[in-house]
């Protein structure tokens, strides 16, 4: 078969992985790549993915990727364009991506109905994945076999997320601003529309229909300033924030998504209250077989770790399959499963 012909959108944090991961992939070819920073605009692919040249050129004109005509599109910014998305899949290009949506069903003004009109006009698949959302969620319906019926899914992510320099991420979260408890929660309810996406994508891939969607917060302010390198957090500010997701039946919870992150524990910072953390997912269903599972995720070597990976490469290893798939905006429930490939492959 011959190989699929990709685009990596943008190269940030996850998509330098991401473009790495194409370049090296038997059954990928890179021919494109967007970037966002002018400085980049010409540069070669392998020069920004700081592996050897390919030989393809990077742009900053949708019209030169809707010009190759790409089977996939790799797309990562920070924040979605949904006029880009719209035009990749009305010329017939699949996207895969880790930016912040899902469905788009709980963006403003349509989007979910724009984004599946258009994956229907080009017959194309939109495809929204990551680490959380989608690959945590992902092994905890896996584990949902086990039951003949499920009462409630809980999901915990508790760890230091210092090590990801995603500046823009961490403000529009609340991290380094006063306590001002109301405008904070509803910032991080403006800037995650996809976790409560991901709620209902669970729901569903078990049959089952949400009647609403809740979010609760705490924060907690560092005890002294800090400095990250990449950004600054003052004393007496957000260093740390513990949020849960809800989804709703009949007015009780049937699946939920906590996460607890801070800045700066592995380095010594503490703020008030302190939370402890798990460094790790702790996934837990209740049904007629109970079941816990606690993820810890190490790279090989410590010492060069890719911050990157558990992110782009539930992307890159859903290409094939969404590549493959029916037209529209599909889920996690539409595939089989998505793996990686073995050393010896």
Known sequence: MRKLRVVQW??????????????AHPKLELVGVFCHGAEKVGKDAGELALVDPVGVKATNRIEDILALKPDCVVYMPQWPDIGHIERLLEAGINIVTTARIITGRHYEADIGKRIENAALKGNATFYGTGMNPMFIPTLTLAATGLCGTVRKISILESTDCVMYPGVGTWEAYGFGKPLNYDQLKDDLWK???????????????????????TLDVKYALADADRDLDYMKIPKNTVAAIDATWRGLVRGETFVE??????????????????????YGYKLDVEGD??????????????????????????????????????SGVLSVKDLTLITSRGRSA
């Open 191 to 213: 800037a995650e529309p996809d976790y409560r996406e991901l709620l209902e994508v669970m729901a569903e891939a078990l049959d089952v229909r949400l009647d609403d969607t």
């Open 10 to 23: 943008t190269t940030g944090i996850v998509g330098k992985t991401s473009l790495r991961a194409i370049i």
């Open 289 to 326: 077989m109970n079941i816990t599972l606690n993820c810890i995720f190490m790279p090989e070597d410590i010492s060069k770790i890719d911050i990157g990976i558990p992110t782009a490469m539930p992307a890159v290893n859903a290409i094939p399959q969404v590549c493959a798939a029916r």
């Open 257 to 278: 998504v906590r996460t607890v992150w801070k800045l700066g524990a592995l380095y010594g910072h503490t703020e008030t209250p302190n939370w402890e953390l798990l």
